[in-house]
């Protein structure tokens, strides 16, 4: 049985950061695109960052490249978000997710992601 479960987050301040973090099991973790999504309130399910296979190359989400960083540990089949200089906007629902194919315009949209976590909450106050 494959399971993907996110943790890390939390309340944090304006100009506040957290790591997220994404475990998975049940699969050949190298064998699968990585992604990281966020819903927040009322509002549809949006793309944040994406890496390879080896995680030689990365894709985000114009409004956080500057801020997000996504990394993967393949040895021990965990996905990483590392945020910086977040913003209330940034409020959501973070979730992690798996998929098979990379393109830029395969990797920011849901029905590429075979595999999805819970998700984990993240706060940002003003």
């Known amino acids: 049985e494959v399971q993907v479960v996110e943790s890390g987050g939390g309340l944090v301040p304006r100009g506040g950061s957290l790591r997220l973090s994404c475990a998975a099991s049940?699969?050949?973790?190298?064998?699968?695109?990585m992604a990281w999504f966020r819903q927040a309130p009322g509002k549809e399910r949006e793309f944040v960052a994406a890496?390879?296979?080896?995680?030689?190359?990365?894709y985000y989400k114009d409004s956080v490249k500057e801020r997000f960083s996504i990394s993967r540990d393949n040895a021990k089949n965990t996905l990483y978000l590392q945020m910086n200089s977040l913003k209330p906007e940034d409020t959501a629902v973070y979730y992690c997710?798996?998929?098979?194919?990379?393109?830029?315009?395969?990797?920011?949209?849901?029905?590429?992601?075979?595999?999805w976590g819970q998700g984990t909450q993240v706060t940002v106050s003003s």
């Open positions: 890496v390879s296979w080896s995680g030689a190359r990365t």
């Open positions: 997710a798996g998929g098979p194919n990379w393109g830029q315009t395969v990797v920011s949209v849901t029905t590429s992601y075979d595999y």
């Open positions: 049940g699969l050949t973790f190298s064998n699968y695109v």
